[in-house]
């Protein structure tokens, strides 16, 4: 937060350090000047025991402290109270017995029985399992599909832009809609998965009913969802690439399909991995697909999913200190997720 | 036999002609330069011979054999690229040993090959460095690397030195200059500045607008340019407006032998470069209206008797030389070339 605020006041042109020193100079920040500073020796005016503190504090923590963090704290406390206070309220609340409403959480008695629970809990390692092939299989689809669309639009094709919004459109609808949506896709008598597959004589399958299928009609779903958004990061990696490169693989002897695989592609490796970070964020909170393919907190057989399930533990069988558990254990996967992230970013100083 | 030619080629661009009925034969071992204005279609010559752009009309042969058709993957061309296109995902020596890989030469073979060949620029040390991290007279030895190690028919480099500083520039000319001597390699170096191809290539081919305008050896092309536009792409150049009658040269204030026998007879342009005007004695009066000071020697326009233009190059051991003063010049027979074209 600090560091934050550091770069903060050194983009709006402020030195980050003590300018008690600089006393009078011209200033680049619209006119704005601090009365707190260390008065001028031989200054006739007396500060007062407020501005001393003032002065005090802005000399430990850098110029300006006390004046900028009208700016900055008023949403400092609300994220600290409403995004890191509920995280941690919700950690305590995993380690109690808290079953709904009637009473308080009793903080005296914190184990984590909840945890060994969930361990024992068939129905959580099959919502674990099924959260780890969703994020994998999604996401590793949704690249291969996004990169194949970005390569085949980056050849040059005719009607290139409307391709572009053709495949990105998806992208913008809510998981509501494009649960509704396939849900008479996948419908066992009259979808048009089932008619087409009936036409070369298979099926009909029932996508939504098979606990072996289920999950992957969903992966699928959300992959035909999201396959525009990886198309447009590998597009803008594909353009970042010069011609030359291309060029000078073909000379080198190079296939198109080993000058993708060994000079293209690995080239791509920073939209790959922002790509794929958001599309596990996306797996993750696919709590609003499930919910609107059913319509309640039970998903299809074999669909359950870590997020569905923390709700209904939470809002349907009342057990909130479980609910609260698998929330951490979810948060923990988010973690493992964008922990790496970003410390590659910070490693390549984009942070 | 030629190594590799052209023959009538021709390519379009739409409406856009680009080369137009172009024919260059470079021979085995030989460099040849293309030089020409932007736009005059020296690099689409270039890409043609790679096999990037498809020809319109005429015949693309490699040591007699058509091929037109055959796409760049299969023509085992090396090239040089103007911005050297290095793969940054992979090491210098991954970037050499990439083509003869390609090629499904033997691991050991084309290591050994990449390995000799940065010994031979000089950039050994360079083998495991990333190319994003190398200075561009590093990058443009790797690209030269690069492009040698597959045993090329042909070695195209495409404008290698635009962006280098002119120090470096003036190095590496030598440089590569002498290697491309001592590798005997048959290479086709587009240019756009004609010093680089006078001082590196054994022959050039000059274009403007699309047209092969001479061709020839670089002292060729320098002192019996075919027309005016090599006369005043190549170099510094005088045209002056003559009349030719009888083997003599009549400038209008002084009469000249021509230069051997004639084909024109009547009006004529022809050309004195520069350094051929002998300053200092002669019969010519000259009036100095600029002056340009350029370190080795000091560039001078004058005006003769008639009111045309004449550049001349001073040399500094002259004096003190201001604008105004009067010159007497000279000029031999043997230094004039009559412009037979009108191009």
Known sequence: MFDLYRRLSGALGRSSGNDNASGNEARTDGGVVSDRSVPEPGSESDPGPLARVGAAVDRRLGSDFLESSLFWLPPFLLIALFVYGAIIWNLLISLTDYRGFANAPDYGNLDFEMYTRALADPGFIDAAVNTLILLVAFTGATLAVGLLLAILIDRGIRFENAFRTIYLLPMSLSFVVTAQFWLWMYNFNNGIVNLLLGTVGIGPISFLGDQTIVLWAVIFALMWQFSGYAMVVYLAGLRAIPTEHYEAAQVDGASTLKMYWRVIIPQLKGATISAAVVLMVFGMKAFDFLYSLVGGYRPPNGADILATKMVREAYANLNWAYGAAIAIVLFGMALAVIGPYLVYEYRRNNL | ?343
Do not use: W
């Open chain 2, 1 to 343: 036999m030629s190594e590799v030619s052209l023959d009538n080629v021709t390519k379009r661009f739409d409406s856009t002609v680009a080369v137009n009925d172009v024919s260059i034969d470079i021979d085995d071992g030989e460099v040849m330069g293309i030089v020409g204005p932007s736009g005059c279609g020296k690099t689409t010559a270039l890409r043609l011979v790679a096999g990037f752009e498809t020809v319109s009309e005429g015949t693309v042969r490699y040591d007699g054999e058509d091929v037109t058709h055959i796409p760049p993957e299969n023509r085992n061309v090396g090239l040089v690229f103007q911005s050297y296109a290095l793969f940054n995902n992979m090491t210098v020596l991954q970037n050499v040993t990439f083509g003869p890989k390609m090629h499904d030469v033997g691991k050991e073979e084309r290591r050994d090959r990449a390995c000799e060949l940065l010994e031979l620029l000089d950039i050994e040390e360079l083998a495991d460095r990333n190319p994003k991290t190398l200075s561009g007279g590093q990058q443009q030895r790797v690209g030269l690397a690069r492009a040698l190690a597959i045993e090329p028919h042909i070695l195209l480099l495409d404008e290698p030195m635009t962006g280098l500083d002119a120090k470096l520039k003036q190095t590496l000319r030598q440089e590569l200059g002498q290697l491309l001597d001592d590798l005997e390699v048959t290479t086709l170096y587009v240019t756009h500045d004609q010093e680089q191809a006078m001082s590196m290539c054994d022959r050039i081919a000059v274009m403007n607008d699309g047209h092969l305008e001479q061709i020839g050896t670089p002292s060729e092309i320098y002192e019996q340019p075919a027309n005016e536009f090599v006369a005043g792409f190549i170099g510094t150049a005088n045209l002056l407006e003559v009349t030719i009658e009888d083997e003599q040269v009549s400038f209008g204030f002084t009469e000249l032998d021509a230069p051997g026998p004639q084909r024109v007879d009547g009006t004529a342009t022809v050309m004195i470069r520069p350094d051929d005007v002998r300053v200092g004695e002669g019969p010519v009066s000259v009036e100095i209206t600029n002056l340009f000071y350029q370190g080795e020697h000091i560039q001078a326009t004058g005006l003769l008797p008639d009111g045309q233009k004449l550049t001349l190059r001073l040399d500094r051991s002259l004096g003190d030389v201001t604008t105004g003063d009067s010159l007497s010049i000279a000029f031999d027979p043997d230094d004039i070339h009559v412009i037979e074209s009108t191009r």
